[in-house]
C-alpha cells in the first residue's frame, strides 16, 4: 500500500523534510534569543537612565573601555571645551532621519585630561568636502550632563573607518584616534551630550536610545516552530493523498478490465 514512499521523488521529499524541522526549529531558537538580548537590553538601557549621574571619571578613564553594563549611564564632567580641535562625524542621522553630521568637541578637565563630547547632530554641508556651520559651543568652564558611549568601531559599527577625508571629519568616535589627533590624554569612550541643551536647538541633542520596543522576534520564533509544526502535518497529508489518487486510479483500472464486451462486437 506504501510502497511509493520507497519511490526516488518520495524519498527525496521525505528527506528534505527531516532536514527543514531541525533547520526551522533552530531558526525559531535563534529568534527567541534575539528577543531575549532586546529584553535584556531595554531593562539595562532604562536602569542605566534612571541611574543617578556620577562624575565621568568614575567610570572611565584613559585607555578605559566601557563595559556594556555602563552603556548609556548618565555621566557629568566639568571642564572648558576646545572648539579649535572640533570634529564632525560624517554620515549621521537626525531624529526625523535627515542625514548630516555629530558634532564632536574635546572637553578639557581640570587635571588636563580630556573627554570627548557628542554635542549632537547638524546639517552636513552643501557638498562632501566643506566643514559644515557648526554652532560654537559654550564658553568658559561649562558642566555636561550626557550618557555614556563606548567607542565606536568598525567592528561593532559596521562603518567604514574611509581614510583620506577632508580636514576635521571623521568616520567613527574614537577616544584613540582622538587621542593621536590631539597629542592629549583622552578618556574611553565619550558623552553623548543632553545637558545644557542649545538655546537655539542647535545642534540637535540625540534622543535616547528606544527601550520600550521589543520587536517582532518572539513573533517570528513562534512563527518557524509553526512551520515546523507543519512539515511533518504536510507530510502525512501528501502521503494519504497520494495513497487515495493510487487506489481510485487502481480501482478504475479494475473496473475497466471489468467491463463485459458490447453484443456484436465481435462479429
Do not use: C
Not at 521523488?9 to 532586546?38: D, K, S
Not at 559651543?137 to 559596521?158: C, H, I, N, W
Amino acid at each position: 500500500m506504501y510502497r511509493f514512499l520507497l519511490s526516488r521523488q518520495w524519498v527525496i521529499l521525505t528527506l528534505v523534510a527531516l532536514v527543514l524541522i531541525p533547520v526551522m526549529i533552530e531558526l525559531g531558537f535563534w529568534q527567541f534569543h534575539r528577543h531575549e538580548r532586546r529584553v535584556a537590553q531595554n531593562a539595562l538601557i532604562a536602569d542605566n537612565l534612571r541611574a543617578p549621574s556620577v562624575p565621568v571619571e568614575e567610570l572611565t578613564s584613559p585607555g578605559h573601555t566601557v563595559p556594556r553594563a555602563d552603556y548609556w549611564r548618565q555621566v557629568t564632567a566639568t571642564g572648558t571645551f576646545d572648539t579649535a580641535h572640533e570634529v564632525v562625524v560624517r554620515r549621521r542621522t537626525s531624529a526625523d532621519d535627515r542625514v548630516g553630521v555629530h558634532v564632536l568637541t574635546p572637553l578639557v578637565l581640570a587635571d588636563g585630561k580630556v573627554v570627548m563630547v557628542n554635542r549632537g547632530w547638524v546639517p552636513a554641508a552643501d557638498d562632501q568636502h566643506s566643514f559644515p556651520k557648526v554652532p560654537p559651543a559654550p564658553r568658559g568652564e561649562v558642566t555636561v550632563t550626557g550618557r555614556l558611549k563606548a567607542d565606536e568601531t568598525t567592528g561593532a559599527s559596521g562603518i567604514k573607518d574611509l581614510k583620506g577625508l577632508p580636514d576635521r571629519q571623521v568616520m567613527l568616535i574614537n577616544s584613540e584616534q582622538q587621542a593621536a589627533l590631539l597629542g592629549r590624554t583622552v578618556l574611553g569612550g565619550y558623552i553623548e551630550q543632553t545637558a545644557p541643551e542649545p538655546a537655539d536647538g542647535s545642534p540637535e541633542t540625540i534622543p535616547e536610545p528606544d527601550h520600550d520596543s521589543i520587536g517582532a522576534h518572539m513573533a517570528y520564533a513562534v512563527q518557524w516552530w509553526l512551520f515546523t509544526a507543519g512539515v511533518p502535518v504536510g507530510w502525512v497529508i501528501l502521503v494519504r493523498r497520494e495513497k487515495r489518487d493510487r487506489q481510485a486510479a487502481e480501482e478504475g483500472a479494475g473496473v475497466t478490465d471489468g467491463t463485459p464486451e458490447p453484443a456484436g462486437a465481435s462479429a
